[in-house]
């Protein structure tokens, strides 16, 4: 298994840590070096040597095994850590993406009423433009049908009902380029998450950023001051208390889109 071929290779590397130190020789040395002072047969200092031996070999194995493990522990609780640190970030990014989606569904809803607005906009003038006409029909067959024609035609009445139908329509005209252009006037969504917005002194921080700008040239970070050029995730530490703006520039060549977000530094 690679937890077990991972361990063994650990223990191994600790291992020759401690024969490259000479840990075993100083040891062997400082022993033999003390049993000088003392009176012992022959075998009588056999005995010792090999306890000492053993014990010695026992303990630095048994410390190895242990340092071993331990380390195993910590990187299986660094991946742990990590693993729990991508989900979340994947967690935040996919209500980032959804917000973005929400500001796309408004767009194709306004360019939908836009639509709307315009061919509302060409009826009423269409209409304008035919009851203008009509008007002037009905004033042609009221003038044929009249009995004096020359005297209706000629007085200032006639001026003022021709001035007023001729009227229609020319100042109160409704002109498409009143209504903004929703196309130009696209809302480019820049939308900033972070892995936590309430945070401790010294503590590493993922934040991330997703756009609807379709071509992004440059993405500049600004965390109070402190400016970087980077990517779209970012992993930063504050090291003072209080409210931090963290703002995100994304720039397309041509226009530079931004945002910000605050956090609470305890």
Not at 51 to 67: K, R
Not at 122 to 151: C, F, H, P, R
Not at 187 to 207: L, M, N, P, R, W
Request: proline share 0%.
């Amino acid at each position: 298994m690679k937890e077990i071929d991972a361990y063994i290779e650990r223990y191994n590397k600790i291992q020759d840590a401690i024969n490259a130190s000479e840990l075993y020789k100083n040891a062997v040395d400082s022993f033999k070096i003390g049993l000088k002072d003392f009176t012992f047969t022959p075998q009588e200092q056999a005995n010792a040597y090999a306890t000492f031996l053993a014990q010695t070999i026992t303990g630095l194995q048994a410390q190895s095994m242990e340092m071993a493990l331990k380390l195993q522990v910590a990187q299986v609780q660094a991946e742990d850590l990590r693993g729990k640190s991508a989900i979340e970030t994947n967690i935040l990014k996919s209500q980032a993406l959804a917000q973005a989606i929400n500001a796309q569904t408004a767009q194709a809803t306004l360019e939908q009423e836009k639509i709307k607005c315009q061919v509302l906009i060409k009826s009423a003038n269409d209409n304008t433009e035919i009851n203008k006409s009509n008007a002037l029909v009905q004033y042609m067959n009221v003038i044929g049908n009249a009995n004096n024609y020359a005297n209706l035609t000629a007085g200032e009445l006639h001026t003022k009902i021709r001035d007023s139908i001729m009227a229609i329509g020319k100042d109160g005209s409704l002109d498409m380029k009143s209504i903004e252009d929703l196309e130009k006037q696209k809302a480019q969504k820049v939308i900033i998450y972070a892995s936590k917005t309430d945070i401790s002194v010294g503590e590493i921080i993922t934040f991330g950023v997703i756009s609807n700008i379709a071509d992004v040239k440059t993405i500049e970070w600004d965390f109070g001051g402190t400016t970087f050029i980077g990517s779209e995730n970012m992993q930063y530490r504050f090291d003072t208390i209080g409210y931090h703006e963290v703002s995100v520039r994304i720039s397309d060549g041509e226009t530079t889109h931004s945002n910000n977000l605050r956090v609470l530094v305890r």
